[in-house]
């Protein structure tokens, strides 16, 4: 009989190292299903960063994000700056992902996802110092990718 997703969080809690091990393998399977479901409603014309945009918005509209009280002058010079960092950060991380897509994984787990380095360490099976230096190494390069773009 398979263990519920209750009795894994349970056992999880209780420091159970193996049942938290199946709990994030069950309940990433589920997030990964439920998003390539939504990628195929899509056409499959969805990048991570089109998908975020998607979900920020959502969010936002529920607390009232529609309404926004700006300058337009103000509002159109920062929103054209933030448009193109946006641009040099998505192209540097294309960049990189065509290179290793190890590193950009990496950097979804740390940056987007907030993750902690021993989180990563848990979920990739590796010691901290690889995953610590996967993380350097991909800083440095969109670091650099970035700072050729602008």
């Given at each position: 009989?398979?263990?519920?997703?209750?009795?894994?969080?349970?056992?999880?809690?209780?420091?159970?190292?193996?049942?938290?091990?199946?709990?994030?393998?069950?309940?990433?399977?589920?997030?990964?299903?439920?998003?390539?479901?939504?990628?195929?409603?899509?056409?499959?014309?969805?990048?991570?960063?089109?998908?975020?945009?998607?979900?920020?918005?959502?969010?936002?509209?529920?607390?009232?994000?529609?309404?926004?009280?700006?300058?337009?002058?103000?509002?159109?010079?920062?929103?054209?700056?933030?448009?193109?960092?946006?641009?040099?950060?998505?192209?540097?991380?294309?960049?990189?992902?065509?290179?290793?897509?190890?590193?950009?994984?990496?950097v979804d787990l740390?940056?987007?996802?907030?993750?902690?380095?021993?989180?990563?360490?848990?979920?990739?099976?590796?010691?901290?110092?690889?995953?610590?230096?996967?993380?350097?190494?991909?800083?440095?390069?969109?670091?650099?990718?970035?700072?050729?773009?602008?």
């Amino acid at each position: 009989m398979e263990p519920t997703i209750s009795s894994l969080i349970a056992d999880a809690e209780s420091g159970n190292r193996e049942a938290s091990d199946a709990l994030f393998t069950a309940l990433y399977s589920d997030l990964h299903r439920t998003a390539r479901g939504r990628l195929a409603r899509n056409a499959g014309e969805l990048t991570l960063g089109l998908i975020i945009d998607y979900a920020r918005n959502r969010r936002a509209q529920k607390r009232g994000g529609k309404f926004e009280i700006a300058s337009i002058e103000t509002d159109v010079v920062d929103r054209s700056h933030d448009d193109k960092e946006l641009t040099r950060i998505s192209d540097a991380l294309d960049g990189l992902a065509a290179v290793d897509p190890l590193l950009v994984q990496v950097v979804d787990l740390e940056f987007f996802c907030r993750f902690s380095l021993a989180e990563i360490t848990a979920m990739r099976g590796q010691s901290e110092r690889t995953v610590q230096r996967h993380w350097e190494k991909a800083r440095i390069s969109l670091h650099g990718a970035i700072g050729r773009s602008a």
